[in-house]
């Protein structure tokens, strides 16, 4: 994974939960891992193709992303039905195309896929060969965990 592909991607987190639900964000300690990953109780999961190939998860707990929609959305969700659902998938898609334009002015053009919710924790990811940058993102409303298997496109 190259590290320079992972700062478009706070940047982008910090910019988007600010202006989407008015928080700031903390960076913590980052880590790499290599082994599968276990699914938070939601994970946002969205592809990129193109100079920059792989994979973005974004994982919270319930009550997270319960806060993070009651606040975007202006009201408040008790449950984590579709329309919490969406909300949380299209953060995970805001954050990631916001992401992927940042890459591109630095030379590195991507296409992304549409979100796809993971609902339960536990649920083993792999990302084979591809080693994950994980960027713990401390917020007031909850811990967002960034998993990064990116690597750019050796063609």
């Known amino acids: 994974m190259n590290v320079k592909f992972m700062n478009p991607f706070v940047e982008a987190a910090n910019d988007v939960l600010q202006a989407e639900a008015g ?72 954050i990631t195309g916001r992401a992927s334009v940042k890459l591109a002015e630095a030379g590195y053009v991507a296409n992304i896929s549409p979100p796809t919710l993971l609902i339960g924790k536990g649920v083993t990811i792999s990302t084979l060969d591809f080693a994950r940058i994980v960027v713990p993102l401390a917020t007031d409303l909850g811990e967002i965990t960034v998993h990064l298997a990116l690597r750019e496109n050796p063609a």
């Open 23 to 94: 928080i700031a964000v903390t960076r913590g300690k980052l880590s790499l891992q290599k082994s599968a990953l276990t699914a938070d109780d939601i994970t946002v999961l969205i592809s990129m193709v193109g100079q920059v190939q792989g994979v973005a998860l974004y994982g919270m707990s319930i009550r997270t992303g319960l806060a993070l929609v009651s606040r975007m959305l202006g009201q408040e969700f008790g449950e984590f039905d579709s329309l919490a659902q969406s909300g949380i998938a299209e953060l995970g898609n805001v």
